[in-house]
């Protein structure tokens, strides 16, 4: 059985280019919900994108959904992929890769395997999965569901939220978040650039951060 909804209102062009000033590891400085799980691991180093969730669950070995949703993706979208806890079998190899470029998809992250890992490097499309995998799914026909509620590297994603994704890890946001938490975190980011500055001068981090004060406050034993 498929289920096939609309493809979500997309995120606006101002809000996912804010977002893409920010580092996932900032946010996490503040915010501990809504981050993929680690076992995610980013297959091109060095990328930060930012773009709107586009949700698909696709079961077991058939990734007939995702051949048909390359054809409805457009410039900004980002991939949610939920394997429905299927392990073994990559969905996504290098014609998806290939596709998914031309069609101006940003990123995605598939909850479990890729193959094909070099065609990330060769179309630059950057990729969170669990790693490679050599078994492939197939175009059997059998169920999927696209844009619906999915969960992914346990977070809960719906379509239309926002996701930022860069070495460190993915994030996911309501539309409705991202000033706030953008905002916060470049905040953050320019106080870490005068921090720097502050030890290339000479000072010292512990005295800086208050470390050292806090751990000579117990007294010394």
């Known amino acids: 059985m498929f289920i096939l909804n609309d493809m979500p209102q997309q995120v606006p062009a101002e809000k996912i280019e804010k977002l893409k000033t920010v580092e996932t590891a900032t946010v996490g400085h503040f915010k501990h919900m809504g981050f993929l799980d680690g076992r995610l691991r980013a297959m091109l180093p060095d990328v930060r994108v930012a773009g709107t969730a586009v949700t698909l669950r696709i079961p077991g070995a058939d990734s007939t959904l995702l051949h048909h949703v390359m054809g409805l993706v457009r410039p900004g979208d980002f991939l949610i992929i939920d394997r429905a806890g299927d392990t073994r079998h990559a969905c996504w190899g290098g014609v998806i890769t290939h596709t998914a ?101 000479g000072e010292l981090l512990p005295e800086i951060s208050g470390a050292t004060a806090k751990i000579e406050a117990f007294g010394k034993s």
Not at 146 to 154: A, D, T
Not at 159 to 188: C, F, H, Y
């Open 101 to 201: 470029k031309r069609r101006g998809v940003v990123g995605a992250a598939v909850d479990g395997p890729a193959t094909d890992v070099a065609d990330f490097r060769k179309h630059q499309l950057p990729m969170w999965c669990t790693g490679p995998s050599p078994i492939t799914t197939k175009l059997l026909g059998l169920a999927g569901e696209l844009n619906v509620p999915v969960s992914c590297g346990g977070v809960s994603v719906s379509p239309g939220d926002a996701v930022l994704a860069d070495e460190n890890g993915v994030l996911i946001l309501k539309p409705d978040e991202i000033d706030a938490v953008a905002d916060r975190a470049l905040a953050m980011q320019e106080r870490e650039i005068t921090l720097l500055q502050r030890i290339d001068a």
